[in-house]
T-cell receptor
């Protein structure tokens, strides 16, 4: 009963390094999301994928890229990490597209990224 | 001005108290109102979901929406230490999903 699985859970990078956060869901959901959560800022949408084969920018896409590898997997890549990207990153999935009245998002446990 | 305002707390109350958590918003287009609960070092999980105005009750939890005042509330009765978490409101305009920053709630035994 895994739900949404994110790897890695923790990562420390130096400025300029690249890395990929992996996300997989086993609920057969169509839509997947990447959020970042910073103190006092709430959840901010980075990118989302409404369905397999599509990706779209969210509120804060700069400095990130995504790949919807298949229906289960959605990865987030930082090409050249910056200290401003220090955050907790959450992957989520839903059956319909969030923001159109379809209700529940299912979240992973988060990936804590520090960029020095 | 943020579209959704939520007091970050922390809000500390004794066990058994009635807790009131609130969000205010500015966009009258919001139609769906959700409360998510987030335990420390975990992802958020949906607690309650309300469409339009009115109240919805689920056990010790009641969600209330006042669209005329652009104000939503979550009430917790007979609060328990296990209710200690951050509570996030999320508002859905049928176009986009906007999150409050979350209120940290501490229930003291």
């Amino acid at each position: 009963n895994a739900g949404v699985t994110q790897t890695p859970k923790f990562q420390v990078l130096k400025t300029g390094q690249s890395m990929t956060l992996q996300c997989a869901q086993d609920m057969n959901h169509n839509s997947m999301y990447w959020y970042r959560q910073d103190p006092g800022m709430g959840l901010r949408l980075i990118y989302y994928s409404a369905s397999e084969g599509t990706t779209d920018k969210g509120e804060v896409p700069n400095g990130y890229n995504v790949s919807r590898l298949n229906k289960r997997e959605f990865s987030l890549r930082l090409e050249s990490a910056a200290p401003s990207q220090t955050s907790v990153y959450f992957c989520a999935s839903s059956n319909g597209l969030a923001g159109v009245g379809t209700g529940e998002l299912f979240f992973g446990e988060g990936s804590r990224l520090t960029v020095l | 001005q943020k579209e959704v305002e939520q007091d970050p707390g922390p809000l500390s109350v004794p066990e058994g108290a009635i807790v009131s958590l609130n969000c205010t918003y500015s966009n009258s287009a919001f139609q769906y109102f959700m409360w998510y609960r987030q335990y420390s070092r975990k992802g958020p999980e949906l607690l309650m979901y309300t469409y339009s105005s009115g109240n919805k009750e689920d056990g010790r939890f009641t969600a209330q929406v006042d669209k005329s005042s652009k104000y939503i509330s979550l009430f917790i009765r007979d609060s328990q230490p296990s209710d200690s978490a951050t509570y996030l409101c999320a508002l859905d305009s049928n176009y986009q999903l906007i999150w409050g920053a979350g209120t940290k709630l501490i229930i003291k035994p």
